[in-house]
């Protein structure tokens, strides 16, 4: 069976968590922590980086950082997780949703300006799979109307837009390092910032909102999100070894789209000519006239020993925001379309040119190619 992912653990991740274990220095007090947020914030150009649990809790901070009221909004893509969506809803403000755009999956950022009312406080752009949303016109929209942005770049490690960093482009920019991003702490996330008021009140949340000078004493409630010593080690090691990770990741998916391009029926993942894309997750859609679906394709691939994941299921398609009469009536149909004929293929940044080959071939057998 191949896996979809395998995380790569090299010796430096070995070393440092021993010295985590062997100093004693193994809750969110130590030295890892502090290196691993100012390296990943230099890697990005940014300023500031707050790390957290995980990347669920990386937004939840991020867009408590807006004091939103309830009724304000914030536009999103419909195709994607739902920690991007609950971040927004647990606070009683308002996701507005648009569209994917049918070649990056990204979302679609021609729909984003027909959004904007006089409630919309921010914009959480989301680069899917690993390749860049389309982000000046988001940014200037922002810049013309007032509104923050909150890049989700949990599955874009090191991919870039024009040259600069994703998770560098934003007011608040939310990470995950859970065991499947291209940087793994197992669990964890980080938000990155160049605001030093935020920043403040980021790491203030992520705390229980102690204070410095008067600790048990509250005027906020926060929560404990705080990374480990012993993950930040990981994480800084993993950090090291970046470039490396980046570059097989564009491999892996070089060689499958090197594979793969040759069959009709598959729409393969995009490289725009301004996207540095690192494949965090090899994707492709079915065609709707092979009169098969994303699960029925996995299940054939499965037997033939190879295991997928299908695509996101639009927040719009969700029966917990259904309940609320969240989305009501509202049509996306690339995510729908997506949703229903896209999977993705074993993708690790441990696998082997000859999983890729065996993938493929599966892929092959079952299209009939
Ligand atoms: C993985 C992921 C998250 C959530 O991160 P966790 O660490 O699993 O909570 C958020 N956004 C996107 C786009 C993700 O891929």
């Not at 991020?62 to 991007?84: N, R």
């Not at 040119?353 to 079952?366: F, G, N, Y």
Request: proline share 4%.
């Amino acid at each position: 069976m191949i896996p979809v992912n395998e995380p790569l653990i090299g010796p430096n991740e070995i070393k440092y968590v021993l010295e985590c274990l062997q100093t004693g220095w193994i809750s969110s007090e130590g030295h890892f922590i502090r290196e691993f947020e100012d390296h990943w914030a230099a890697y990005c150009g940014m300023q500031y980086g707050i790390t957290v649990s995980n990347g669920t809790v990386a937004l939840q901070i991020a867009v408590a950082c807006l004091d939103l009221d309830s009724g304000d909004e914030v536009i999103m893509p419909t195709f994607t997780i739902i920690s991007c969506a609950q971040a927004i809803t647990m606070i009683g403000a308002k996701p507005v949703l648009v569209d994917a755009d049918p070649g990056t999956w990204c979302m679609d950022v021609e729909q984003v300006k027909s959004k904007i009312s006089s409630r919309t406080r921010a914009i959480m752009p989301v680069h899917i799979y690993g390749h860049p949303v389309d982000m000046d016109p988001i940014l200037a929209l922002a810049r013309k109307h007032n509104l923050i942005v909150i890049e989700d770049a949990a599955e874009a490690h090191g991919a870039e837009y024009k040259g600069r960093k994703c998770g560098g482009l934003g007011d608040l920019n939310c990470f995950s390092f859970y065991a499947n991003k291209i940087i793994t702490t197992g669990e964890g996330g980080m938000v990155l910032t160049n605001n030093a008021a935020y920043a403040e009140r980021m790491r203030s949340l992520r705390n229980l909102c102690f204070q410095k000078e008067r600790r048990f004493y509250h005027t906020e409630l926060g929560n404990n999100f705080r990374l480990t010593n012993l993950q930040a080690a990981i994480g800084l090691a993993q950090l090291e070894r970046i470039e490396d990770s980046v570059r097989k990741k564009r491999l892996m998916g070089h060689a499958y789209t090197d594979r793969l391009k040759g069959i009709p029926v598959l729409q393969l993942p995009a490289e725009e000519s301004w996207a540095k894309n690192v494949y965090w997750m090899y994707g492709i859609v079915l065609d709707d006239g092979t009169g098969m679906d994303a699960v029925e394709f996995a299940r054939r691939l499965y037997a033939k020993g190879v295991m997928t994941r299908p695509f996101f299921l639009g927040m719009h398609e969700q029966p917990v925001f259904q309940k609320k009469r969240l989305f009501h009536g509202e049509r996306y149909p690339v995510a729908e379309r997506i949703a229903r004929q896209g999977l993705y293929l074993p993708s690790g940044i441990a696998i082997t040119e000859d999983q890729i080959d065996q993938s493929c071939a599966a892929v092959k057998q079952v299209l009939g190619y």
